[in-house]
């Protein structure tokens, strides 16, 4: 069993920064992906950035290449999503997931996942 506890959300101006954090508990994620999505209001899951916690090789979706950056602190558990040049369409609810045996940007792979927590960028 996996625990994710996302935190770091807040309300921004668009063009600023933002990080978020999701503390991992349970057990060893060597075997495993970590990764963020996001879920806007009367939209779909989009997956947002991913990582490899065994190697820390990371993918990202199309929309945030450039500006998001994924990080995997193994010393604490813990993987943090630096936002930078926030725009109002990132504006949504931010998930943390953990995925076993596999690098994907599909959300149905994912087993673990975490509370959410929201992002707000005004224009």
């Known amino acids: 069993q996996v625990k994710l506890v996302d935190s770091g959300g807040g309300s921004v101006q668009a063009g600023e920064s933002l990080s978020l954090s999701c503390a991992v508990s349970g057990r060893s994620l060597d075997r495993h992906s970590m990764a963020w999505f996001r879920q806007a209001p009367g939209k779909e899951r989009e997956f947002v950035a991913g990582?490899?916690?065994?190697?820390?090789?990371?993918w990202y979706g199309d929309s945030v290449k450039g500006r998001f950056t994924i990080s995997a602190e193994k010393s604490n558990n813990t993987v943090s999503l630096r936002m930078r040049n926030l725009r109002p369409e990132d504006t949504a609810v931010y998930y943390c997931?953990?995925?076993?045996?596999?690098?994907?940007?599909?959300?149905?792979?994912?087993?673990?996942w975490g509370q959410g927590t929201q992002v707000i960028v005004s224009s």
């Open positions: 990582i490899s916690w065994r190697s820390g090789s990371t």
């Open positions: 997931a953990a995925a076993t045996e596999v690098e994907t940007m599909f959300d149905e792979f994912y087993d673990y």
